[in-house]
């Protein structure tokens, strides 16, 4: 679904990205994982068309797309939940929800009934403007945003970052669900032991190269590795 073939990008003259490789199938899900500041957000934002690659290609269902801009990305089917939630502060949890719903004409599976259906404690908050909800609840709402355009491939970008326990647990929870369902997820993340349990494979970034893939049964025996480049 998704291939990533030596990826490079920066910002200005600084280059963030020194050949990043990696791949998500189809129902798949795979992290990113990496200290602070090794390109995670950057390798994102790349994907996504935010930030222009300066190198290496990006396809999306066999066709290049690190060519295009955001919005068209976007049309193609992928969907992202960025770092720090960054929805819409005065728009209440219904407009920031079907401000990104896509064309009725696709008949996705993801409407406002069935992301509520997902997420109720945002049902109660419906009428509710985004910057009065509680960090966990901004969080539900920035990845049923992103589930409203019924993305092939969802991209979250620390799913679980300074979330409550009860929150991160709801989290897990729904991207179980998600995975159950088929959904393809691109998960960057800090907590190992539900990374381990939910995803399929692994790659780690160092200084913006790929430094390691695996699989989960891999990454979790790999305890040297995990000291060195994940610091646990």
């Known amino acids: 679904m998704l291939e990533v073939v030596g990826l490079e990008a920066g910002y200005g003259d600084g280059r963030v990205l020194f050949g990043v490789e990696l791949a998500v199938g189809a129902g798949e899900v ?5 200290r602070n500041g090794m390109g995670k957000t950057t390798t994102l934002s790349t994907i996504m068309g935010i930030l222009r690659a300066q190198g290496g290609t990006v396809r999306f269902g066999g066709a ?31 407009e920031n929800l079907v401000a990104t719903a896509a064309d009725s004409e696709k008949h996705g599976q993801w409407t406002l009934d069935t992301v509520l259906d997902l997420f109720p404690a945002l049902r109660e908050r419906l009428g509710s403007l ?29 799913a679980t970052e300074g979330l409550a326990p009860r929150i ?22 800090k907590n190992i032991t539900p990374l381990l349990r939910l995803a399929n494979r692994h790659y780690i970034l160092e200084k913006g190269r ?23």
């Open 168 to 189: 991160r647990d709801e989290i897990w929870r729904v991207l179980a669900r998600l995975k159950a369902g088929g959904q393809a997820i691109l998960l960057v993340d």
């Open 210 to 232: 790929t430094v390691w893939s695996g699989s989960s049964a891999e990454l979790a025996a790999a305890s040297e590795l995990q000291h060195r480049y994940l610091g646990v």
């Open 30 to 34: 795979v992290t990113l994982l990496g």
């Open 64 to 94: 290049p797309i690190h060519h295009l801009p955001a919005y068209r990305i976007a049309r193609l089917g992928l969907g992202l939940v960025p770092e720090g939630r960054q929805i819409f502060p005065n728009l209440t949890v219904r």
């Open 130 to 158: 985004g910057a009065l909800l509680s960090g966990g609840e901004q969080q539900m709402l920035a990845v049923g945003r992103a589930l409203m355009t019924n993305p092939r491939l969802l991209l979250l970008d620390e």
